[in-house]
C-alpha cells in the first residue's frame, strides 16, 4: 500500500468509527497528542477528542460520514491532506424524524508511525448545514 492509498485508509477509518460508535478505534486514527478543532472547539488528545464525538453521536440515530476528493501531500515522514465531508445525521427519541447533515471539509496533519500514518492536527470546515442541529446531542 502506497503512503497516499494508506493516508486515505486512516480518513475513511475515522469515518466509519464515527458511524458505527467504535470509540477504541480512534487510536488507530489520532496521535494520542493530536488537536483537533471542530464547530465545538479544540480538543486535546484522543480522549478529549472522543469525549467530544460522543457529546454529538451517542444521541443521534444512523449517521453516514462520507469522506471523497482526498487530496495528500507527503514530505518525509510528516503529510497534509484534504477532504470533502457530507455528514447526515437521523434524530431519535423526541427527534425522531429529524435530520441534519453538514458539507465540509477536513483538512488534517499526520505524521508517519511505526503504527501506520496518525492525525496529528484536525481541522473541520463546515460550509454548510441543512436541518436540525438539534440531533446531536448525547445519549440520554
Not at 486512516?10 to 487510536?27: I, Q, T
Not at 458539507?103 to 473541520?124: F, M, N
Amino acid at each position: 500500500m502506497s503512503d497516499t492509498e494508506a493516508i486515505t485508509a486512516v480518513l475513511y477509518a475515522y469515518a466509519e468509527a464515527c458511524d458505527r460508535r467504535r470509540w477504541g478505534s480512534f487510536d488507530a486514527v489520532f496521535d494520542a497528542q493530536a488537536e483537533a478543532t471542530y464547530a465545538g472547539g479544540t480538543f486535546l488528545g484522543v480522549p478529549a477528542i472522543v469525549l467530544y464525538l460522543r457529546s454529538k453521536l451517542d444521541g443521534c440515530g444512523t449517521t453516514q460520514h462520507l469522506i471523497s476528493n482526498v487530496r495528500v501531500r507527503i514530505d518525509g515522514d510528516s503529510a497534509r491532506s484534504e477532504c470533502a465531508l457530507r455528514a447526515w445525521h437521523a434524530g431519535t427519541g423526541d427527534q425522531e424524524g429529524l435530520t441534519f447533515e453538514a458539507l465540509g471539509s477536513y483538512h488534517d496533519e499526520l505524521r508517519c508511525t511505526p503504527a501506520g500514518w496518525l492525525i496529528t492536527r484536525r481541522r473541520l470546515e463546515i460550509i454548510a448545514s441543512f436541518g436540525s442541529p438539534a440531533v446531536l446531542r448525547p445519549a440520554q
